[in-house]
């Protein structure tokens, strides 16, 4: 059997069903960290859940961007995106009683801005690049979550901890140099994708710091606020 010579010959399903593996193995990781986190307290089935809704809302949302707003101008996307969630975030927020100004500014800027970084490269990424390869770039931020989490907030790894995450990056090497619409070697679409990935683990140690002092609707408002 041939192999496709050229992009257009090349299916889309298998691309599919790839991204579809990806974020299943993604959701069987947190599940099998959760329950050996605390033995102690069963595993929380519905922030699982919760998340792996996120996920493929997120990957639903680059498909409604490639078939309905590839002319309009990726900012335009970021910013009419910002403004929405700013207004829906700030009435629940203010409904629950929940304070909008936090106990650290700083770091909810930073916060702020480390999402806006990683939502710009997403959607600059997902009108250059194949959505499935743009999505699969994306999730792959815990792997720098897993990288800076260690150096970062000071957290000791597990005695497979680097191994693994050296393993990862060599996986997350074979899919930008492989035959998909990235092409055979690295380029600029892959990595704007891969600087958003970065971007959003670092946003995500920065929640994790703000956790302690602040209500995760005060973080949810100032990050589109900010962005």
């Known amino acids: 059997m041939n192999r496709p010579t050229s992009e257009s010959d090349v299916p889309d399903r298998p691309r599919s069903t ?6 299943a193995l993604t ?11 605390d033995e102690k307290r069963p595993p929380d089935f519905t922030g699982l859940v919760l998340m792996v809704a996120s996920a493929a809302c997120f990957s639903l949302m680059a498909v409604f961007i490639r078939l309905f707003l590839e002319k309009c101008p990726s900012q335009s996307v970021v910013f009419t995106r910002a403004v929405a969630m700013t ?11 929940v304070p909008l100004v936090g106990r650290q500014p700083g770091k ?9 970084g990683a939502v710009s490269c997403y959607f600059w990424s997902v009108n250059h690049v194949g959505i499935a390869d743009a999505v699969l770039l994306q999730y792959s931020h815990p792997i720098f979550v897993a990288l800076l989490a260690p150096m970062i ?9 680097w191994p693994l995450v050296a393993i990862a990056f060599c996986g997350l090497a074979v899919v930008v140099g492989s035959g998909s619409a990235l092409g055979g ?41 900010v962005m």
């Open 27 to 37: 959701g069987m990781a947190d599940l099998w960290h959760t329950m050996r986190k």
């Open 153 to 161: 907030l000071g957290e000791i790894p597990g005695r497979w901890h």
């Open 185 to 225: 070697a690295i380029r600029t679409e892959a990595l704007v994708g891969l600087l958003g990935s970065l971007l959003s683990g670092l946003a995500y140690i920065t929640i994790r710091k703000l956790s302690s002092t602040e209500h995760p609707l005060t973080i949810l408002v100032w990050f589109p606020a």
């Open 87 to 97: 207004l829906v975030f700030g009435c629940m927020a203010w409904v629950k009683g």
């Open 108 to 116: 909810l800027v930073l916060r702020g801005l480390l999402g806006y």
């Open 18 to 23: 790839r991204m579809g593996r990806t974020l």
